[in-house]
């Protein structure tokens, strides 16, 4: 239900923002920014990365200061210096990356820093009874004795909307608060933003997921490169509308692929048992055969044992137990070059972490699977003509936009580091890709790139292992879809029969009786 | 505290205290003995559990101290020269030089403690660094100022030791030291008195109070804090200097309770038992306090042992070399990291600098 009958009563916005400015070494972050916000209203701002939508809210919060612009709460002009002010004026902000304190329980993370003492002693009880309270009237279903370790990521982010709320926050930011939630959670998140709006509660909701802000949203302010394109309303758009304003060109998001035609076996694992750096068992005896020309995709909410599968495959964690078979040839706990050379191409989860070395330049980045080859290497002393060379053709051809060459990869935007390390994986004789969260974090642009070239890829006979959190881009990429929870296969479907509600109860562990849940390839 | 390590902890207690008896039970009775060892066991644990405090208060915040070591003889050695100063210079009656001095040692290990914190918290030095460049400072300035003040001809002292002004008398805790045979664990001197009250004040205001609650939400996840509206540099300049003050106070205890004299590095490692006490204790005051007896217990025996020399069976011979019996609370230091009687849990951002 959009509320419409929100929108009219509310003629005087309770959060203004007028001509911010914001100029970081380099980059003008935020361009002459207008901003209005209604009571009651769920307000979305759209934009890829860059565009200037953390650094307006950051602002608004009071973590930066504007060069130049106003901001207006209730009719009134108001700095803000710090966070303490922000809330002072009633504006709460639910991070991305949650605030918690693990080790405390909900009501010690929500007193923490406006605590009630009585007698010196903390006033846990009434903390408690007052986050019970919140908890009901806007039904979050959150309980104030519970250790925050010990609550799924959806709940944790429900005790950062009570921590605003408890603070009297009645201007909710809520930052990408969908990148870590399975859809049932998504859902669940909306409902609670329509309660809180429906009691008069004002949201800024940052995204970049088009439907979720189409379905949510009761206006929407696309951001592109630090300046307003425009405001609309659901209504009024599209997908595909929005998705041009914020890129600013026509965007395909529909992947186009034609009919999967499987080929002969590349990627065996039979009865694969991996465990953590805590020593517990997150793979549980997991079999999957994967084929050539075929995109399979691996769903499934995070930390259910899909990272530990990845990095078993490419020979970066111990295999417990069964093997693990590239094209016939067992490379079960062979070390990462060896399965390499097999023509396996790994896109990990973490690019800056595992794909590249950051303070190298992107040459070198890119011969970091061949850089002892010829003719890189010829009797272990490098050929810089030939990694340069290299360097500049691969540059060139995957579109890597870089000032040179040689500029250290730590200088590349997101969406450019992924291309450097899509460059050198995919442009080696290859038979499989290995990729985990291709597109985590990346803008419009980026994905439809990199989703191209996976499915190029596979039209070349490529077989394409894709694990990823975004049921999007399972569902737009996979010809196979597997459900993983809890370190097992749960189920394996053809994508033209997944849809997405089903898949989103399996990601969480419902049982799900598919009328036929497994099936072969033929 | 878990029961596995509070029972390792019993255990130990039970088998040393044991072994004494075994040894002198023919000539005095096992209550006395076991009596004496618990009294002496409170009272050679009080650096250790002072320096297990002063760690969690630093720690708590999210500062590594391994300076604690440092911070101790410093103190150590300034408390008992300003009380020296005051008995024998200035001509003070003893016990308000006595005193003077342990106020002078807590003040020393707070200014420790500040330049702990500056360099860890505001230029972000490694925070190993930070507590190495503390102890080596403690142990040069000691050391130098020692030979310049008291060994050398026409320092204050003119070249000689001076007569000390005695060390902090015992106060009896009415009614319970005057029990038999048990009466002597309640005859303490202040500092071994006051270690145990900052067992219990710590575990409050860690657990109990605003100051705790913030002080842990540095510890853990500073970013947290500070988005909430706490001053994360605050907290973590207050905590390392209660901490260094608490590490002052437990230097005071080797010169002002302990003995009335001053050896250079006569601290000892105590301050590096203390972080292992600490750690063992899972950064919980508690906890921190019963692993400091258990080597308490381990020194205590070693000073019980000495009674009863004459009556150790030959089988038991090596009992007679008192360094083989001194060596026993490092050896149970490298047992308990080892991390076999149970892994603990350090705050997860120790050690890390905080930057904005």
Redesign the interface.
Known sequence: MKSEASMEHSAEPVLQVKGITKQFPGVLANDHIDLDLRKGEIHALLGENGAGKSTLMNIIYGLYQPDEGEIWVNGRQVVMHSPNDAIKHGIGMVHQHFMLIPVFTVAENIMLGSETVKKGVLDRRGVARRVRELSHQYGLDVDPDALVSDLPVGLQQRVEIVKALYRQADILILDEPTAVLTPQEADDLFRIMRELAAQGISIIFISHKLKEVLKISDRITVLRGGRVVGTTRPQETDQAHLAAMMVGREVILQVEKSEARPGDKVLEIQNLNVFDDRGVRVVNDLSLELYAGEVLGIAGVQGNGQSELVEALTGLRHIHGGRVLIQGRDVTNKPPRAITEVGTAHIPEDRQKFGLVLSYPVTDNLVLCTYYLSPFARRGVLNFRAIDENGRRLVEKFDVRTPSPYVVASKLSGGNQQKVIVARELSRPIRLIIANQPTRGLDVGSIEYIHREVIDMRDQGCAVLLVSAELDEIMALSDRIAVMFGGRIVSILPAARADRETLGLMMAGVEVGHPEPVQAVT | MDLRRFGFILLIIVILIGVVVLVGGKTVPAGTIIASMLATTISVATPLTLGAISGIFCERAGVVNIGIEGMMLAAAFFGWFAAILCNSIWKMPAMPSLLIGVVIAILTGGLMGLLHAVLSVTYKVDQIIGGTVINILAVGITGFLNRQLFFEKGSIFGGQVPHAPGVLPRLPIPILADLPVVGVIFRQQPIAILAVVAVAVTHFVLF???WG??T??VG??P????????NVIRVRYANVIIGGMVAGLAGAYFTLESVPSFEPLMTNGRGFISLAAMIFGNWSPVGAWMAALVFGAAQALQINLQFFRQQIPPAWAFLQQAYVVGLIPYILTMIILTGIIGRTTPP?ADGVAYEK
């Open positions: 109990f109070t605003r609650l913030r842990r939400a853990e996840h970013r947290a804090a500070d988005t909430v509206g706490i997860a």
